[in-house]
């Protein structure tokens, strides 16, 4: 899914950058950065390239004078200057090398620009070059960010904005996205913290507030606070897109809780679908205490086996549901007497190296479903995205997709429905699908496993040897795979009502219902 994230990135950069940097800070649209190197670590300061002597004079004489507005203009330019020619460098390098001009300009912020003497839109951009940094050395040597580096960019973020709206906004979702790029659930709890310390005459003001909702919306998924995910999210619903603009800079009109499914689908490895969370918060509140959740991290886990068993079906369909019934009958004539016997009805499921993959984003998993596919063109489908919390006994990961189906409407009709339709819009029939993953962890998964022969000989490099227990190998996760699917019909501003995505019991009014159900057993690299 790395290569997926390469593969979309066109997707969102192309058009709608600014908005899937205030929405889901997306990681993968700003070209990606992490840690010091010994050039940052180095106490000497450094001549910086000539062509921007002017710009680097004028910071280093602010040391002993104030800096007029002519000089910040000249050091604001720069820095806009060298954050454009370091992208382009870096996008030209496909991702494989961080440019020169990265390594002066992090010199040139830490030991030459003084930060006292620097209004708040020369710290943003000195934050954000940092933060670029970080994303870059975090994509090239695949490793978490330095705190030091993340500690430096969060120093310049740390400014008063008085009664500027928009640049209260900014940095609201600057912090955002560097506790992102931090990797760190650390940073969350702060800036969580920092939200709610807000000054209520300042976070009350419209615009302010819409962002100051979806952030701590956020956050709670993050950090498994359901209350607030509760709150939040119905907030959240009637927040209007175009509220959500930065320094009036005009947005795709598409709502955030539809835009996070959207970045979670398209890159599973970069956001989480924080609007699942939502629509399933109810069902988390009772079993996933946030008191009693292992140490909350950013980090992937690996799955090393995967197998199911069909144990229902049922489909209002007559032919599915005869399909259904003779893929049963297999299953129970092949039954057993012992646990041996049974374990051999079980499919193994194939996994490529990169559909091995569970992304762990604080206390939620979002996991790639690579055997349940949905159509993401035309003429491509893609895997369904599963989203959910976790904890060190179980985990609960769900998705819900929403397709229209051709439209083969007579003219009569319409017109029986044109009043109707002047209010709800077009009388429509959509396809359904929801999925859900229910796991309890099993006993410790130990690599010379009989069973799991196929995986061992893969993961001993085909020489057939046993490998040497590690501490690391991963446990067994069993439990059950529910998908549901049916057609329904419905008004096109149904499409974007909340309440109708949120319906847990809309199979009794489908056209076409079928079900199944598999059990499930994974061994998956979670911590011990």
């Given at each position: 899914?790395i290569?997926m994230a390469?593969?979309?990135?066109?997707?969102i950069t192309?058009?709608?950058?600014g908005l899937?940097?205030?929405?889901?800070?997306a990681?993968?649209t700003?070209?990606?950065?992490n840690?010091?190197t010994?050039?940052?670590k180095?106490k000497?300061?450094r001549?910086v390239?000539?062509?921007?002597?002017a710009?680097?004079s004028?910071?280093?004489?602010?040391a002993?004078?104030?800096?007029?507005?002519s000089q910040?203009?000249i050091?604001?330019?720069d820095?806009?200057?060298?954050r454009q020619?370091?992208?382009?460098?870096?996008?030209r390098s496909?991702h494989?090398?961080i440019?020169?001009e990265?390594?002066?300009?992090?010199?040139?912020?830490?030991n030459?620009?003084?930060?006292s003497?620097?209004?708040?839109q020369?710290r943003?951009?000195?934050s954000?070059l940092?933060?670029?940094?970080?994303?870059?050395q975090h994509?090239?040597e695949?490793c978490?960010?330095?705190?030091?580096i993340?500690a430096?960019?969060?120093?310049?973020?740390?400014?008063d904005?008085?009664?500027n709206?928009?640049?209260q906004?900014?940095?609201i979702?600057h912090?955002?996205?560097?506790a992102l790029?931090s990797?760190?659930?650390k940073?969350f709890k702060?800036?969580f913290?920092?939200?709610?310390?807000?000054?209520?005459?300042h976070r009350?003001?419209?615009?302010i507030r819409?962002?100051?909702i979806?952030?701590n919306f956020?956050?709670?998924?993050?950090?498994?606070?359901?209350?607030?995910v509760?709150s939040?999210?119905?907030?959240?619903?009637?927040?209007?897109?175009?509220s959500l603009?930065?320094?009036?800079q005009q947005?795709a009109?598409l709502?955030?809780?539809?835009?996070?499914?959207?970045?979670?689908?398209?890159?599973?490895?970069?956001?989480?679908n924080?609007t699942?969370?939502y629509y399933?918060?109810?069902?988390?509140?009772?079993?996933f205490d946030p008191?009693l959740?292992?140490?909350?991290?950013?980090t992937?886990?690996?799955?090393?086996?995967?197998?199911?068993?069909?144990?229902?079906?049922?489909s209002?369909t007559?032919?599915?549901n005869?399909?259904?019934?003779?893929q049963l009958?297999?299953g129970?004539d092949d039954d057993g007497?012992g646990?041996?016997n049974?374990?051999?009805?079980?499919?193994?499921?194939p996994t490529s190296?990169?559909s091995?993959?569970?992304?762990v984003?604080g206390?939620?998993?979002?996991?790639?479903?690579?055997?349940?596919?949905i159509?993401a063109?035309n003429t491509?489908?893609?895997p369904?995205?599963l989203?959910g919390?976790w904890?060190?006994?179980e985990?609960?990961l769900?998705a819900?997709y929403i397709?229209?189906?051709p439209?083969?409407?007579?003219?009569?009709?319409e017109?029986e429905?044109?009043e109707?339709?002047?209010k709800?819009?077009?009388?429509?029939?959509?396809?359904?699908?929801?999925?859900r993953?229910?796991?309890?962890?099993?006993?410790p998964?130990?690599?010379?496993e009989?069973?799991?022969?196929d995986?061992?000989?893969e993961?001993?490099?085909?020489?057939g040897k046993?490998?040497k227990k590690t501490?690391?190998?991963g446990?067994?996760?069993?439990?059950?795979?529910?998908h549901e699917?049916?057609?329904?019909q419905?008004?096109e501003?149904?499409?974007n009502?909340?309440q109708?995505?949120?319906?847990?019991?809309w199979?009794?009014?489908a056209?076409k219902f079928?079900c199944?159900?598999?059990?499930?057993?994974?061994v998956i690299?979670t911590p011990d």
């Open positions: 899914y290569d390469h593969k979309y990135n066109s997707i192309a058009k709608n950058v899937v940097t205030i929405i889901a800070a990681t993968a700003i070209i990606i950065l840690q010091p010994n050039k940052l180095s000497r300061k001549k390239a000539g062509n921007a002597a710009g680097h004028a910071a280093v004489d602010a002993s004078s104030p800096l007029d507005i910040l203009a050091i604001q330019h820095l806009e200057r060298r020619e370091i992208l382009n460098e870096f996008e496909h494989k090398k440019p020169d990265m390594h002066r300009a992090m010199d040139y912020i830490v030459e620009l003084v930060l003497q620097c209004p708040p020369i943003l951009l000195a954000q940092i933060q670029d940094y970080a994303i870059m994509n090239i695949a978490d960010p330095d705190p030091q993340i430096l960019a969060k120093h310049w973020l740390e400014f904005c008085g009664d709206t928009a640049l906004i900014e940095q979702n912090r955002y996205a560097l790029r990797r760190s659930i940073e702060h800036l913290a920092w939200l709610q310390a807000m000054d209520a005459s009350e003001r419209d615009t819409q962002n100051w979806l952030r956020q956050c709670a998924c993050l950090l498994g606070k359901w209350t607030q509760r939040f999210g119905e907030e959240l619903e009637r927040v209007e897109p175009e603009a930065a320094n009036g947005q009109p709502h955030p809780l539809h835009l996070f499914e959207y970045i979670a689908l398209k890159l599973p490895n970069q956001s989480a924080f699942q969370v399933n918060v109810e069902r988390y509140a009772p079993r008191m959740c292992p140490p909350l991290r950013f992937e886990w690996h799955i090393k086996h995967c197998a199911t068993l069909l144990t229902f079906g049922f209002t007559p032919q599915t005869h399909d259904l019934q003779q009958a297999v129970k007497d646990d041996g049974k374990q051999r009805k079980y499919t193994k499921v190296s990169g091995r993959m569970m992304f984003y206390c939620l998993v979002q996991f790639p479903c690579f055997w349940v596919q159509p063109s491509k489908m893609q369904v995205v989203t919390p904890n060190d006994t985990m609960e769900t819900s397709r229209r189906m439209q083969q409407n007579s003219d009569e009709k017109r429905n044109g109707k339709e002047k709800k819009g077009k009388l429509i029939k959509v396809v359904r699908s929801d999925l993953l229910r796991l309890d962890r099993k006993l998964f130990n690599p010379n009989d069973s799991d022969g995986d061992l000989k993961e001993s490099n085909g020489n046993n490998m501490r690391h190998s446990w067994h996760w069993k439990g059950d795979f529910e699917e049916g057609v329904l419905c008004y501003h149904d499409l009502n909340f109708f995505r949120k319906n847990s019991e199979e009794s009014s056209l079928t199944r159900t598999w059990k499930i057993h994974m690299t």
